[in-house]
């Protein structure tokens, strides 16, 4: 009898082994690394990713938290006669790039698309999902960003202009590549990047989304950044662990906005949950960049345990206040200034973020607790900045 149970017991485990292997669970945090795209765009190599590992160790990132170090677009070659993908010249040995990444401990991404060809018209995986996603397993890749570009023209072509026929055929694209990577049984994190078509949010998680973008791309301008974050307000109720909405990298450091614009992409993307991939050339920051990128608290913030996104509370002239709840019933607020001059005292009341009784306030920006407040709090926030706090709080009020 106990050797039945036994062997009914080892059965049961052998069946299990290779499920076990495809849920082990991945991206329980929104995903923190480095993709080179926004600053290094087509010109990237082996030696700048080796460079982007070693220095996000050597700057302390890895320790905060910054792990995966993606390629973009831009590294892949040509197919050999067995259809097996190759790395272009520029990448020599992609084993080796990531046994190099690994030893930092730290993860290496790869990028590639559902159709014939990428954005950047390099190799896409159409009708090679399977040998792509063995191949990219057999190299140690750990990350994988797809991009819908090319396979627009099959779903143009092969849909005779019919919508729902062409979303059909991006789902199945999508799904075609989540079922190739579960088949490698290595842990994966499946990155969709279709910028937000058909409301990705709502069907990406079912075809293996761990985040999905959710627009176009984003550039290193307030204009763009700040359109792109603060049209995410309605989308928090998508995100859960495991699955994330995706407004696109980090510009941080690439030059073309204000130290308090910056701030203002941290601080916006920590409250929307959203993946914090640095966009910058990590061997050439200064302090400030380095002083935004790895601000622990805004940090905590992204990474919270309880994994809710926040959202808009209000919105009021150029003034927008957005709060995320917090495990053990924190709440992050972010008080936004979009306008182009630095604002008067901007007041709000605790009570509109669900908090009552005595607040206590840190100030996420100045790294200073601003001690215990009632009622409502002031402050003033410079143009195209943000001040962020993090509000503890015994009572709670039902919004
Ligand atoms: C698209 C994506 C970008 C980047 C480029 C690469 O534009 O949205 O993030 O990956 O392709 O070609």
Redesign the pocket.
Same mark, same amino acid.
């Given at each position: 009898m106990r050797c039945t149970r036994q062997l009914l017991l080892l059965s049961l485990s052998v069946l299990w082994l290779p499920l076990c292997a495809q849920s082990v669970p991945v991206a329980n945090t929104p995903p923190m690394g480095w993709?080179s795209?926004n600053h290094f765009? /087509?010109n990237t190599d082996d030696s700048v990713v080796r460079a982007a590992a070693d220095a996000m160790v050597s700057s302390g990132m890895r320790d905060e938290g910054y792990v995966y170090v993606n390629i *973009? *677009? &831009?590294w892949e070659g040509e197919r050999d006669a067995q259809g097996v993908i190759h790395p272009n010249s520029k990448f020599p040995d992609m084993k080796a790039l990531a046994d190099y990444v690994h030893s930092k401990g730290l993860k290496l991404g790869l %990028?590639s698309s559902p159709g014939p060809k990428?954005? &950047?018209k390099f190799e896409g995986s159409y009708g090679h999902e399977q040998q792509d996603a063995d191949t990219y397993a057999a190299w140690g890749i750990d990350y994988l960003?797809y991009?819908l570009?090319g396979l627009r023209d099959v779903m143009r072509d092969q849909s005779n202009g019919d919508p729902t026929i062409a979303s059909k055929i991006m789902r199945d694209a999508y799904e075609k590549m989540h079922q190739a990577l579960l088949q490698t049984h290595r842990p994966i994190v499946y990155s969709f990047?279709e %910028?937000g078509w058909d409301s990705v949010w709502v069907w990406g998680p079912g075809a293996g989304a761990n985040l999905w /973008?959710t627009t176009?791309?984003v550039n290193d301008t307030y204009d763009r950044m700040s359109v792109i974050g603060f049209s995410q307000a309605g989308l928090a109720k998508y995100a859960t662990k495991g699955h994330w909405n995706d407004p *696109?990298?980090l510009e941080i450091g690439n030059g073309g906005m204000t130290p308090d614009a910056y701030r203002t992409q941290m601080s916006l993307w920590s409250l929307l949950a959203a993946p914090l991939l640095a966009g910058n050339d990590l061997t050439k920051m200064d302090d400030i960049t380095r002083s935004i990128l790895m601000n622990r608290d805004a940090i905590a913030i992204d990474q919270d345990s309880l994994g809710r996104q926040g959202d808009r509370v209000s919105a009021v002239g150029p003034i927008e206040v957005w709060m995320r709840p917090l495990a053990g019933g924190d709440r992050a607020v972010g008080i936004f200034n979009r306008g182009p001059a630095t604002t008067y005292p901007v007041g709000f009341r605790f009570r509109e973020v669900g908090l009552a009784g005595p607040v206590r306030v840190r100030d996420v920006w100045s790294q200073k607790d601003l001690g215990i407040q009632r009622g409502s709090f002031s402050v003033i926030v410079p143009t195209h900045g943000v001040v962020l706090l993090r509000l503890s709080s015994r009572r709670q009020v039902r919004r």
């Open positions: 993709n795209w765009k /087509r *973009d *677009d &831009a %990028y990428t954005c &950047a960003k991009d570009c990047c %910028y /973008r176009g791309d *696109d990298m």
